[in-house]
């Protein structure tokens, strides 16, 4: 019982440290893409509370939203906002990343506009073939 | 002041150390142990090479490639047999990686070999 306990505090801190450096990454990235000129808007990603809903097997205990929010200046369209959300649901090894790491909720909008759409991240990928422990 | 004279106190810290690493031993062995189970850290160990920068390209330069393409590698563009059924395995590919950037730049460098067209 102890050392299951105290393998999911080293599993908890792990995790966090694992999703504070893929939210860093991102936005490097995106900052990078943005300073050189390659892309037209600034990409932000953090974390967020997400979708009581869209939990599964692997979420964590908080801030399970993943939030994307591009620095446009101008509300995003419904099709830009989706388009943005289905590139990064099509990433196959990021969203199996973000779902290892407990995240269940993408989350997409500007800084401007006062609405965003939300996918639930199950839904885009199938993981239950190699992840026969979690069924 | 006291406390920090007292020899009971190193000696308790010493065995603090002792069996920390004692746990850390057994948590090694457990993990050698599962070590060919595909899990959670497999996942994420498989999945290192995320490229954020294509994600960030294909969010905002996929959509206007992806109509282009589409549009020049329409099969019914083309009269020819060979170029129609080279267009039409394009096509779906192209749908395939709608959201894929560096995918549909590859395949604009097929059309234009394959199909002898030119794409801005």
Redo the contacts between chains.
């Keep these: 019982m102890f050392e299951n306990t105290w393998n999911r505090i080293i599993e908890w801190f792990k995790d966090r440290s694992e999703r504070a450096k893929l939210v860093r990454n991102f936005n490097e990235a995106a900052r990078n893409a943005f300073v050189s000129g390659s892309v037209p808007t600034l990409l932000k990603a953090d974390f967020s509370k997400g979708v009581k809903e869209y939990r599964h097997d692997l979420s964590a205990w908080i801030n399970t939203g993943f939030r994307v929010q591009a620095f446009t200046g101008r509300p995003l369209s419904k099709a830009e906002m989706q388009f943005i959300g289905l590139t990064i649901l099509s990433d196959e090894s990021l969203i199996r990343r973000l779902i290892a790491l407990g995240w269940d909720t993408l989350e997409v909008h500007d800084n401007k506009g006062t609405y965003g759409l939300r996918w639930k991240m199950m839904d885009h990928v199938v993981i239950g073939g190699i992840l026969p422990e979690y069924d | 002041m006291d406390v920090l004279n007292n020899i009971w106190f190193y000696i308790s810290i010493v065995e603090f150390v002792v069996i920390a690493s004692l746990?850390i031993v057994?948590?090694k062995n457990k993990k050698r142990k599962h070590g060919k189970?595909?899990?959670?850290k497999d996942?994420?160990n498989s999945?290192e090479?995320?490229?954020?920068?294509?994600?960030?390209?294909?969010?905002?330069?996929?959509?206007g490639l992806y109509d282009t393409l589409i549009r020049k590698c329409h099969p019914d563009r083309y009269i020819d047999e060979k170029r129609r059924q080279i267009a039409s395995e394009l096509s779906s590919q192209i749908v395939e990686n709608?959201?894929?950037y560096k995918k549909l730049c590859e395949l604009k460098e097929i059309a234009v070999v394959k199909l002898n067209i030119k794409i801005d």
């Design positions: 746990l057994i948590l189970k595909i899990n959670k996942l994420l999945s090479d995320v490229d954020f920068g294509g994600v960030i390209q294909s969010s905002f330069h996929a959509k709608k959201h894929n």
